[in-house]
């Protein structure tokens, strides 16, 4: 709890630093009078991406709903619409660094295993990258196709309810085969090497926005044996390796354009607040999903999914 709240206010004075050196710079930081993305578009992103990243309710969903509300898509060419898209998967960088924050003693561990000095973390290591293994063949090339077909309101409410009814049924099945409510199974020390692999299978559905990375691999962590928490934890490492990967392939493919529409102030400043909320979010994810499991966040996909349809409809 200590080290968690020296990390959080490390994250702060950060981002009190970069504020006041963005804000103070004013006028000589735009490229622009008028901004793609602006303080407050980054701010509200930062905030959406880092409540949602790890939580099982979709972060790529909830940033393309964000998207449409704030930004109207249908008023960007192409070219401003790939610099926003692939915005939205960058600004994951602040909420990767919170995790490897949070994280740091597994992640040291998995190190220290490679270089044959920590047998249970070169165990997990192996596991991490064979549940990773997946998104690397599938990624890239379903890449384009999703973005450009299942990017929208319509595909992400769906999506939303489709995996609300798979955690319903995952949770159910957890209490049933574990005999009690209490948070019992397997820690990550046990998962195996194959289960780790189905893991990774299942992280891939996800690539659909909407269906939640955090949710499928927390899921698969369900039928995997784990407990609640250590399937949340394993889900947490398995992003960091997928969200790195993610965000640096985005920026690699379309760091042109996020350089030529896009300033740099209001990028990192939705980075850093990102980071911020995903720390804040990740810690209260741990507690409360190994007290009361996936029934929350069931009944808010199953909500918002039925009312972005309806708002679909009617407008």
């Excluded at 449409?68 to 070219?79: A, G, Q, T, Y």
């Excluded at 293994?133 to 890449?143: M, N, Q, S, T, Y």
């Excluded at 997928?242 to 965000?247: E, G, I, K, S, W």
């Amino acid at each position: 709890m200590r080290l968690q709240s020296k990390i959080i206010f490390k994250f702060v004075l950060a981002l009190f630093v970069f504020s006041s050196i963005s804000f103070g710079q004013g006028e000589e930081i735009k490229q622009s009078n008028n901004p793609l993305i602006s303080y407050g578009d980054a701010m509200v992103f930062g905030l959406v991406e880092g409540v949602t990243e790890f939580l099982p309710i979709s972060s790529t969903g909830h940033l393309i709903l964000t998207n449409e509300w704030m930004l109207d898509p249908s008023s960007l060419n192409e070219v401003e619409k790939d610099a926003v898209n692939a915005y939205l998967i960058v600004i994951q960088a602040g909420a990767i660094l919170a995790v490897a924050l949070l994280y740091s003693r597994r992640i040291f561990a998995v190190l220290l295993g490679f270089l044959g000095l920590d047998p249970v973390g070169k165990k997990l290591g192996f596991n991490l990258l064979a549940a990773f293994a997946p998104a690397v063949v599938l990624g890239p090339l379903l890449d384009r196709w999703i973005e450009s077909l299942l990017f929208g309101p319509v595909p992400v409410s769906v999506a939303l309810i489709v995996g609300a009814l798979l955690m319903f049924w995952a949770e159910k099945r957890k209490r049933r085969v574990d005999g009690m409510d209490g948070d019992t199974g397997k820690t990550i020390e046990d998962l195996s090497l194959k289960n780790a692999l189905m893991i990774g299978g299942l992280q891939c559905v996800a690539m659909c926005p909407g269906t939640s990375r955090s949710m499928m691999t927390i899921v698969g962590g369900y039928f995997a044996g784990l407990s609640r928490r250590h399937a949340a934890e394993f889900s947490f490492l398995l992003g960091l390796i997928t969200l790195t990967a993610a965000a640096g392939y985005k920026a690699l493919t379309k760091g042109q354009a996020l350089i030529e529409n896009l300033e740099y102030g209001p990028m990192l400043f939705g980075c850093l607040i990102a980071g911020i909320s995903a720390a804040l979010s990740v810690h209260w994810l741990v507690g409360y999903l190994s007290k009361h499991g996936l029934g929350l966040f069931v009944w808010y996909r199953v909500c918002l999914g039925v009312f972005i349809i309806f708002y679909t409809v009617l407008f």
